[in-house]
C-alpha cells in the first residue's frame, strides 16, 4: 500500500508514504499513526526507511538522487530532503511560521503551498521567493472601471453643518 509516493528518474526505486497521514490538521502529532516515507526497490521489493524519529514525513518528491519532503521533525512542516547517496536528511528549507501544506517537484524547482500563498524553492540555489499571484474576478461588474452614474441620480442635497459654542 502507498499513499503518496515518488519514483527515482531512473525508474528503479520508488519513495512513498506507507499509510496516508491520519491526524493533517493536528500540529505535531507523535502517536502511532506518524507517517514514514519508505524507499523500495522495485527489483527486489526490499524497503529502507527515511531516517526519522517518530515525525511526520509525507509529499516525498524525487528530484536526481535526493528525496524532498515534507515534515515536522523540527516544529512547523518544513522542507527537508534525503540524500540516497549520504543516507543523510538535511534542512532545505526551514520554517518558522504557518505549515507548508503541500509542494509538488518541477524541472527547476519545487512549489510550496503555505497558508494559501505559494513559494518557489529553487533546486540550484537553495533559495527561495514568493510568488506573486493577482487574480482579476470573473464578473465584469467587480473589475476596477469608470461608469457615469449622472442618468441614476435621482435626488441630490448639500449639507452644511455649522458648529457653535454653548454660552
Do not use: C
Not at 3 to 17: N, Q, R, W
Not at 123 to 149: E, M, Y
Amino acid at each position: 500500500m502507498a499513499a503518496e509516493g515518488s519514483y527515482s528518474p531512473d525508474g528503479k526505486e520508488f519513495a512513498y508514504v506507507p499509510l496516508d497521514h491520519a491526524f493533517e490538521i493536528w500540529k505535531r502529532y507523535r502517536g502511532g499513526r506518524t507517517s514514514p516515507i519508505w524507499i523500495a526497490k522495485l527489483s527486489d521489493s526490499s524497503v529502507t526507511p527515511v531516517p526519522r524519529d517518530n515525525s511526520n514525513d509525507f509529499n516525498p518528491m524525487w528530484v536526481d538522487h535526493r528525496v524532498f519532503f515534507l515534515s515536522d521533525r523540527n516544529g512547523p512542516m518544513s522542507l527537508l530532503a534525503y540524500d540516497t547517496q549520504s543516507k543523510a536528511v538535511s534542512v532545505a528549507l526551514k520554517n518558522d511560521g504557518l505549515d507548508f501544506k503541500y509542494a509538488s517537484a518541477g524541472p527547476d524547482a519545487i512549489v510550496i503551498e503555505q497558508f494559501g500563498a505559494i513559494w518557489l524553492y529553487d533546486l540550484k540555489s537553495g533559495a527561495a521567493h514568493k510568488v506573486d499571484i493577482r487574480i482579476s474576478g470573473d464578473l465584469p461588474q467587480l473589475r476596477t472601471r469608470f461608469v457615469n452614474v449622472a442618468n441614476r441620480i435621482s435626488s441630490a442635497d448639500i449639507f452644511a453643518h455649522r458648529f457653535t459654542r454653548g454660552i
